[in-house]
């Protein structure tokens, strides 16, 4: 989200890949939200937009009136235009094919690249590891986040109900 914003506000465009339209919709809900209170235009691409909807985005995006474009697969199509892309997020590299990372290779040329994953792949930490790539963890939860605890007993079905109650009482977190 920093760094989104930190492109936007140096005026740069920034386009945010996923690999699912289900991850497409939410980034696309948080960017919103958290960029709301901005004068950021976020706009997503996916199949949950109609083909119409899909060409003002597109037109609005050439003409640079569109800050962050979140979507999948479909950015890296012909039609999609960014006029001053700064920084390219790619969430869950290694779900992408082989010719999508070929269009990327050459994106990184030019524009600056954030690659996020939950589960790093052991090709993606040897990189990090021998300097080609570089890496961070986050040791902090979210503000807000609380801890999760995890036991391994036996089946007890007051113990899961307590659990469930529990969770509910904290607000599913």
């Known amino acids: 989200m920093r760094a989104t914003f ?8 920034v386009a945010v890949l996923v690999p ?6 939410q980034h696309y809900r948080t960017f919103s939200q958290r960029m709301a209170e901005f004068p ?19 037109k609005r995006l050439k003409e640079g009136k569109v800050d962050i474009l979140i979507g999948t697969h479909r ?13 390219l997020v790619i969430d869950e590299e290694q779900r992408f094919g082989v010719e999508t ?14 690659t996020l994953s939950a589960t790093p792949i052991p ?5 990090s590891l021998v300097g080609i790539r570089d890496i961070s963890n986050l040791e902090t939860p979210p503000q807000d986040r609380m801890a999760v605890e995890t036991r391994i007993c036996r089946w007890d079905g ?10 509910l009482n904290r607000n599913c977190q």
Do not use: C, N, W, Y
Request: charged fraction near 30%; proline fraction near 1%; avoid cysteine.
């Open 20 to 25: 699912t339209t289900v991850l497409a919709e």
């Open 101 to 114: 990372k070929e269009l990327l290779k050459h994106l990184r040329l030019e524009v600056d690249v954030l």
């Open 6 to 13: 930190a492109a936007v506000e140096a005026g740069k465009q």
């Open 40 to 58: 950021v235009t976020v706009e997503m691409l996916s199949r949950f937009r109609t083909d119409s909807e899909q060409r003002e985005i597109l």
């Open 158 to 167: 007051e113990l899961i109900r307590s659990a469930i109650v529990r969770e």
């Open 123 to 127: 090709r993606t930490l040897h990189m």
């Open 75 to 87: 950015l890296v199509s012909k039609d999609v235009q960014f006029p001053s892309l700064g920084l």
